[in-house]
């Protein structure tokens, strides 16, 4: 690869802008197809410890990698306020990604201040977190007690080889099992596994973790490989269709379809026909699910994202550091909403091949977390 791909968001977003009329949240907010807010997923850190090829590959994410100073980063207040105003529009599940989220030092005061928080009703809020294990083992204790409530652990192989040759930074599967083992004796589940499923990469590693983690309490979940960013190279060629991973685990394990758990779950949900359990897939590029999408994203210097393959983001952070007031913030956030027509998975359905060529390039998924 002879051209670096350097992300800076200061030149791929718009403003955001608070309306003249500034009407009170209602704790509830729709888009132009009728979805209403109910997810916000806040990155915290565009760092990350691993390489895995289809998110942050090395090739792209040297040692001379340009990450963003930390003057640029929303600090721990600023993220709390922001979600205070997405709360109030509906949002009732906060997820922390990054780039690894347990990099960002004291994510423990993050997760107090956002576990005091109540929706209208008065319900606490959904907080979880997703990483890729490696830090765990020694934060699973500090995470729970702070008011995380669950985490989503990423692992891609059980075969250490092919773990390793993943992530590309020669990390052990024993060591994230180990860091699954201590979240769940923390008591932060039910804990999902996502395993990313890439075609003649790590397909042959299907039902090994299936077998692995059938009859334990955690879910596993497989992701088709997805068209996000520019870094990772995608072809269609290297998905391997939901629908295909379901045939093979149910010729020697059968499953039973199962409804969701909530309207808007990225994951068809299947359990295991002799009860142990059950998987789900995440198909949004077999299996677009875009028409109940109730999530938005915050990325790390606070730009606002409506759609995971978004071309560009909305400056917020800009407005919190002008001095805008709480209604205005709320304001801003409910008129971009109601403006929201995103459905990039079900257009590529339609046309994935013209839709792969497209001119603008898409934001990294380590910039905005998946």
Same mark, same amino acid.
């Given at each position: 690869?002879? &051209?670096?791909? =350097?992300?800076?968001?200061?030149?791929?977003?718009? +403003?955001?802008?608070? !309306?003249?009329? @500034?009407?009170?949240? /209602?704790?509830?907010?729709?888009?132009?197809?009728?979805?209403?807010?109910?997810?916000?997923?806040?990155?915290?850190?565009?760092?990350?410890?691993?390489?895995?090829?289809?998110?942050?590959?090395?090739?792209?994410?040297?040692?001379?990698?340009?990450?963003?100073?930390?003057?640029?980063?929303?600090?721990?207040?600023?993220?709390?306020?922001?979600?205070?105003?997405?709360?109030?529009?509906?949002?009732?599940?906060?997820?922390?990604?990054?780039?690894?989220?347990?990099?960002?030092?004291?994510? &423990?005061?993050? =997760?107090?201040?956002?576990?005091?928080?109540?929706? +209208?009703?008065?319900? !606490?809020?959904? @907080?979880?977190?997703? /990483?890729?294990?490696?830090?765990?083992?020694?934060?699973?204790?500090?995470?729970?007690?702070?008011?995380?409530?669950?985490?989503?652990?990423?692992?891609?192989?059980?075969?250490?080889?092919?773990?390793?040759?993943?992530?590309?930074?020669?990390?052990?599967?024993?060591?994230?099992?180990?860091?699954?083992?201590?979240?769940?004796?923390?008591?932060?589940?039910?804990?999902?596994?996502?395993?990313?499923?890439?075609?003649?990469?790590?397909?042959?590693?299907?039902?090994?973790?299936?077998?692995?983690?059938?009859?334990?309490?955690?879910?596993?979940?497989?992701?088709?490989?997805?068209?996000?960013?520019?870094?990772?190279?995608?072809?269609?060629?290297?998905?391997?269709?939901?629908?295909?991973?379901?045939?093979?685990?149910?010729?020697?394990?059968?499953?039973?379809?199962?409804?969701?758990?909530?309207?808007?779950?990225?994951?068809?949900?299947?359990?295991?026909?002799?009860?142990?359990?059950?998987?789900?897939?995440?198909?949004?590029?077999?299996?677009?699910?875009?028409?109940?999408?109730?999530?938005?994203?915050?990325?790390?210097?606070?730009?606002?994202?409506?759609?995971?393959?978004?071309?560009?983001?909305?400056?917020?952070?800009?407005?919190?550091?002008?001095?805008?007031?709480?209604?205005?913030?709320?304001?801003?956030?409910?008129?971009?909403?109601?403006?929201?027509?995103?459905?990039?998975?079900?257009?590529?359905?339609?046309?994935?091949?013209?839709?792969?060529?497209?001119?603008?390039?898409?934001?990294?998924?380590?910039?905005?977390?998946?």
């Amino acid at each position: 690869m002879n &051209e670096k791909i =350097i992300i800076l968001s200061d030149s791929r977003h718009r +403003p955001l802008s608070v !309306p003249a009329h @500034i009407d009170a949240p /209602t704790g509830e907010v729709r888009d132009r197809l009728d979805r209403p807010l109910r997810d916000l997923r806040i990155s915290i850190t565009d760092r990350c410890n691993f390489r895995c090829v289809y998110c942050m590959p090395k090739e792209v994410f040297d040692k001379d990698y340009q990450y963003l100073p930390h003057s640029s980063l929303l600090t721990f207040e600023e993220i709390a306020r922001v979600a205070r105003q997405f709360v109030a529009h509906g949002v009732e599940k906060i997820r922390l990604t990054g780039g690894e989220p347990l990099l960002r030092k004291n994510i &423990e005061r993050l =997760i107090e201040m956002l576990a005091d928080m109540r929706t +209208p009703s008065g319900k !606490p809020l959904d @907080i979880t977190l997703t /990483t890729n294990g490696s830090l765990l083992a020694r934060k699973a204790r500090s995470l729970k007690d702070a008011g995380l409530q669950r985490v989503t652990v990423s692992l891609d192989a059980l075969d250490d080889a092919t773990f390793r040759a993943m992530n590309d930074v020669d990390f052990a599967v024993a060591d994230v099992l180990h860091g699954i083992d201590a979240a769940h004796e923390a008591g932060l589940g039910p804990i999902k596994v996502n395993m990313v499923v890439k075609a003649g990469t790590n397909e042959q590693e299907i039902l090994p973790m299936a077998r692995h983690f059938k009859g334990t309490p955690h879910i596993l979940r497989f992701i088709e490989y997805m068209d996000v960013g520019a870094s990772n190279g995608w072809n269609m060629r290297d998905v391997i269709p939901s629908a295909e991973i379901v045939r093979r685990i149910g010729a020697e394990m059968p499953l039973v379809a199962v409804n969701p758990n909530y309207t808007g779950e990225t994951a068809t949900r299947w359990r295991y026909a002799d009860g142990g359990g059950e998987v789900g897939m995440i198909s949004s590029v077999t299996q677009a699910f875009c028409g109940d999408c109730t999530r938005t994203r915050l990325s790390t210097e606070g730009k606002l994202y409506t759609c995971l393959f978004a071309t560009q983001g909305h400056d917020l952070r800009a407005l919190l550091r002008e001095g805008r007031s709480d209604e205005e913030l709320a304001a801003a956030i409910g008129a971009l909403w109601r403006v929201r027509g995103d459905r990039y998975s079900e257009l590529r359905t339609i046309n994935t091949d013209g839709l792969s060529r497209v001119g603008e390039r898409r934001v990294e998924m380590s910039y905005i977390g998946g």
